[in-house]
Every structure is written in structure tokens, then in C-alpha cells.
């Protein structure tokens, strides 16, 4: 059964603790990225990864980093440094990065930072 | 600044009758347009797409118009089902600096009632 998986559901950290969030997907996809959503609003482009090892800054990149040593692998670190970490986080995948490859989603991490 | 908006937050349609979910943007280096459906708590799932190739696609009761010149779309359902009610995003993507990437709008809330 293919597609996207992140973890944990529901995720609560105290304020200054860093968290990585999970995204794994077995589509063989080569592009990942990571989305925030707040009430109210759209989805906003933290990070995407075009290839392994390659990674690149979205629209909203402080406070976060990413790795991607593994095509199926593409974790998302908060870190201390993101002033308003509490969110929706949303992963997803595209054959490549390009305008006409459809982005398919994960179910999304609620990460509340206390 | 917002590339695209969906400017009406909510819509209420009675179960049966036509929903009607508008999209404007600014970027003329859009040319490929999608359209997400989300339920709460849930990742968004791809519903239907138009390249700027042509002004309509159709996809059972959803179809998608394109109006180049005004750089809007809609999004068309006919009939509409309780089991419709969810977050629409419209997405766009395009050539040049937005290539490969989606630009999402902050969503029409539909709910269709019996």
C-alpha cells in the first residue's frame, strides 16, 4: 500500500526543546516538502528537497531544518528557534519538482508547543 | 504578499444544488492549477487540475474552468453531496522562479447541507 506516513499524530513539546517530525513515503518519489497550517490560513512552504542530499528554503525557513540522506526519508526539525512553532505540519511528495507533478499528502503532525 | 486568494472563506450550498469555488491570482507565471480537498485534522487530497493549455476539465461532477485573461478559476460541483463538505484549496503552480512549486490559497470552507 503506497503512500506517505508521518508520526506522530499528535506531538507536545515544552517551550526551547527542539522536535524532529517524521515523513516517510514508499511512492519512489524523488521531491518531499514540508507545509505549515494555521487557522485560517493556506499552506506555507517550510522546506522542499528536489533530490537526496539536496534540500532547499521555502517561504517560511527559519527556525526549521531538514535532512534527506535517504529518498524515502525527509524529517523536519523545530528548533528553538521558531518563534510560533505551534502548527499543522503537513509533508508530501511529487515524482519531481516541477509545475505539473501532482503533490501528494500526508496525514499531518499537530505539534503544540507548551 | 498574496499571490492567490480565495476570497470567499465560506460556502453553504444545499445537497444537490451547484457549489461554485473561485480562485484569483496575480502571477502570470502560473500555468498549471490545482484543486485540494481537505477534512479536518487530515492532509489535503488531490482533486482535479487544469494546465493553462485549455480553459475546462472535467472530472464526473467536478470541473474546473480557467479564465486566462482575468487569472481566475472555479471550481464547479454538480450535484453536491453532504459527504463534499471540506476545505478547498485552489494551488497553483507554473515556469520560471515558481517552478516546481505550489502556491496555496487560504481555502473555501464548503459545507452542503440535506
Known amino acids: 500500500d503506497g503512500g506517505i506516513t508521518q508520526s506522530p499524530k499528535y506531538l507536545f513539546r515544552k517551550e526551547g526543546q527542539n522536535v524532529t517530525l517524521s515523513c516517510e513515503q514508499n511512492?519512489?518519489?524523488?521531491?518531499m516538502y514540508w507545509y505549515r497550517q494555521d487557522p485560517g490560513q493556506g499552506l506555507r512552504l517550510i522546506y522542499y528537497s528536489q533530490i537526496v542530499n539536496d534540500f532547499q528554503k521555502g517561504d517560511i525557513a527559519e527556525g526549521y531544518s531538514v535532512s534527506r540522506e535517504k529518498k524515502e526519508s525527509f524529517p523536519l526539525t523545530v528548533t528553538s528557534a521558531q518563534k510560533n512553532p505551534t502548527a499543522f505540519y503537513l509533508c508530501a511528495s511529487s515524482i519531481a519538482v516541477t509545475s505539473t507533478d501532482t503533490q501528494y499528502f500526508g496525514p499531518g503532525t499537530r505539534l503544540t508547543v507548551l | 504578499d498574496q499571490q492567490v486568494k480565495q476570497n470567499s472563506p465560506s460556502l453553504s450550498v444545499q445537497e444537490g444544488r451547484i457549489s461554485i469555488l473561485n480562485c484569483d491570482y496575480t502571477?502570470?507565471?502560473?500555468?498549471?492549477f490545482l484543486w485540494y480537498k481537505k477534512y479536518p485534522a487530515e492532509g489535503p487530497t488531490f482533486l482535479i487540475s487544469?494546465?493553462?493549455?485549455?480553459d475546462k476539465n472535467e472530472d464526473g461532477r467536478f470541473t474546473v474552468f480557467l479564465n486566462k485573461s482575468a487569472k481566475h478559476l472555479s471550481l464547479h460541483i454538480v450535484p453536491s453531496q453532504p459527504g463534499d463538505s471540506a476545505v478547498y484549496f485552489c494551488a497553483p503552480g507554473g515556469r520560471g522562479s515558481t517552478l516546481g512549486r505550489l502556491y496555496f490559497g487560504r481555502g473555501t470552507q464548503l459545507t452542503v447541507w440535506p
Open positions: 511512492l519512489n518519489h524523488d521531491a
Open positions: 502571477n502570470s507565471m502560473f500555468d498549471y
Open positions: 487544469i494546465s493553462s493549455i485549455k
